[in-house]
């Protein structure tokens, strides 16, 4: 008899999964908090349960988890990568960064990507499979240990390896999860979901009614420039995605976040920033300028410095609420795919 994963559950489905071997109804919670906030990976330290109750357990149950593949730390000590192997053998990338105003876990919500985007090294060898709830709120845990005393982050950010919209029942599933007092009892608030721009997940997440932050890839300001960097946009082009996030923002009261790329000679000149700004003027919005991090594979460069704070002051000048993301791990190539990838070449580092 295959036994059931109880990690990933909420605290009333666990109840449900081991009633039937007479566990209590509280028992639900007590286990939720053991898998959730004491990270245990055995029944057997679930030391407020009799040892008759950790044997039905154990013979009936699974607790899965991830486990550590590979690993690149930054050298100013601020931003860890880690790659972490899954159940079934398969690997994703998790990014944890320590910021002076907090910790933020990257999460990945998918193995691999099918968005096809040509920046990006998560989508080079396409989607593999979805992640569940369990996986992702996995990467969240192992970071937390990593963490020490300091063991809870203070934002999830959800823009590693896949499109999160593409999984959203279980991406939806996890955030709520997070959300629970007998997990990380984090507020929605300090959730950003990254979309590539599914036009319809913006709506449906929207009519969640949560106030989860919602990012947008842009990374161009007309369709055909969009449609040569991310071939979503030939489905869901500007005029639908931009009137998607207008819907969120009103809904939600949430401010979108445009992420942009800056890509040295194909979208980083002064004409792209005043047309951007022409796209985004007087929409609720921030933009987040970010420099490639370099892929082999798609020969796209970094602009260098003077051009990005060009390019930020036409935006600043059109009236656009703009920044240039501070870069937490470019000297280990922290952007999404990129390890993995590496790992998958036979390239990469070391577990360490």
């Not at 040509?118 to 709830?133: K, M, P, W």
């Not at 000149?269 to 892929?295: K, M, Q, T, Y």
């Not at 020969?299 to 051009?307: C, F, I, N, Y």
Request: charged letters at 20%; one cysteine or more.
């Amino acid at each position: 008899m295959t036994k059931i994963d109880l990690f990933g559950l909420f605290a009333e489905e666990i109840a449900t999964a081991v009633a039937p071997y007479g566990l209590e109804k509280y028992r639900g919670r007590q286990i939720a908090e053991w898998l959730y906030q004491r990270f245990v990976r055995n029944f057997d330290d679930m030391t407020n349960l009799s040892r008759a109750t950790r044997e039905v357990l154990a013979a009936h149950f699974i607790l899965g988890r991830v486990e550590l593949q590979a690993a690149q730390h930054a050298g100013n000590g601020q931003t860890d990568k880690f790659l972490l192997a899954l159940g079934d053998g398969l690997a994703v990338e998790t990014v944890l960064m320590r910021h002076n105003y907090g910790n933020s876990v990257c999460v990945s919500s998918q193995v691999g990507c099918g968005m096809g985007c040509s920046f990006c090294a998560s989508t080079i060898n396409g989607l593999v499979r979805n992640l569940t709830a369990g996986e992702m709120l996995a990467q969240v845990l192992f970071c937390c240990q990593q963490l020490g005393d300091t063991n809870r982050p203070d934002s999830i950010v959800i823009m590693g390896s896949g499109e999160p919209l593409a999984n959203y029942e279980q991406v939806l599933r996890f955030i709520r999860l997070c959300h629970e007092n007998y997990c990380l009892n984090l507020s929605y608030r300090a959730v950003t979901l990254s979309t590539a721009g599914v036009v319809p997940g913006i709506d449906r997440l929207a009519a969640e009614g949560l106030p989860v932050t919602l990012a947008i890839s842009l990374h161009a300001p007309n369709d055909a420039l969009r449609s040569k960097l991310m071939p979503i946009n030939d489905r869901y082009p500007l005029a639908a995605l931009l009137a998607a996030a207008d819907r969120y923002a009103t809904q939600t009261g949430r401010r979108v976040t445009y992420e942009y790329i800056l890509i040295a000679g194909v979208n980083d000149r002064d004409e792209n920033a005043r047309e951007l700004a022409a796209l985004l003027r007087g929409r609720l919005a921030n933009v987040n300028l970010i420099p490639i991090n370099s892929v082999v594979e798609s020969g796209l460069l970094r602009p260098e410095a003077p051009r990005m704070e060009q390019f930020l002051s036409v935006l600043r000048a059109n009236h656009v609420n703009a920044t240039i993301r501070r870069e937490m791990g470019s000297d280990i190539k922290a952007a999404c795919g990129q390890l993995r990838h590496a790992v998958l070449l036979g390239d990469g580092p070391e577990s360490n």
